[in-house]
């Protein structure tokens, strides 16, 4: 699927099985309503090739060659990796169910797939992958900016966080409240913020540990 130009690309699906025949049948159904299929014949294939910042969903096999899907499952949370992905097997159990959705998974499909659902699921998820990613990118926008704080910086952000007027601060860390006024400033000029308040408000959005 092509993207609008100046537009976020769309997201594209990642298909991780050994099986060949199913590889094809799935990039064959998700192309037939043109939606961009990579197939890979295992997770190391995958890690090697695939690119972090694109948005997409990742269908993976459980039982494979080397890397079993689980161990890619935690790969890719390790990475933070904010793909949905979706489990699809033909030795499935509701054990192996469970393990995958309480690690992240979006659903977990027995082989042969139904068509329709798959399509439905996947269209559904790209949906998401969008959502996801373009979260992500402002979180780690929003980390970038709170790496140029200094320490100190950084102290006083978390009491301006917490409600703590410029006074109270000042009288917690030891110092004046001039002295903490200049820091409320660097703080504003060094991340970029419209205002501190613009600032508490993404760190709290995005559950960012200051």
């Known amino acids: 699927m092509a993207s609008p130009e100046g537009s976020a690309p769309a997201p594209i699906v990642h298909i991780v099985d050994d099986d060949s025949d199913l590889r094809r049948s799935l990039a064959f159904l998700f192309e037939s309503v043109g939606i961009q299929a990579l197939t890979y014949p295992d997770a190391a294939s995958f890690l090697a090739e695939f690119d972090l910042d694109e948005p997409a969903v990742v269908i993976v096999d459980v039982r494979m060659p080397g890397m079993s899907g689980f161990q890619l499952q935690e790969r ?5 990796y904010p793909a949905p992905v979706v489990f699809c097997s033909a030795h499935g159990d509701i054990p192996m169910s469970v393990r995958a959705l309480r690690h992240g998974a979006v659903d977990f499909l027995e082989k042969p797939y139904q068509p329709q659902r798959m399509l439905e699921l996947v269209q559904e998820q790209l949906l998401e992958a969008g959502r996801r990613f373009a979260e992500h990118t402002r979180r780690r926008d929003v980390l970038r900016r709170l790496e140029t704080l200094t320490r100190r910086e950084r102290e006083v952000l978390r009491h301006v966080i917490n409600g703590l007027p410029s006074q109270l601060i000042a009288r917690s860390l030891g110092t004046s409240v001039k002295t903490v006024d200049v820091h409320r400033a660097r703080i504003k000029a060094k991340t970029g913020s ?4 613009t600032l508490v408000h993404d760190v709290l959005l995005h559950h960012i540990d200051v």
Do not use: P, T
């Not at 419209?194 to 308040?197: F, P």
């Open 76 to 80: 890719l949370l390790e990475l933070d």
């Open 194 to 197: 419209e205002s501190l308040g």
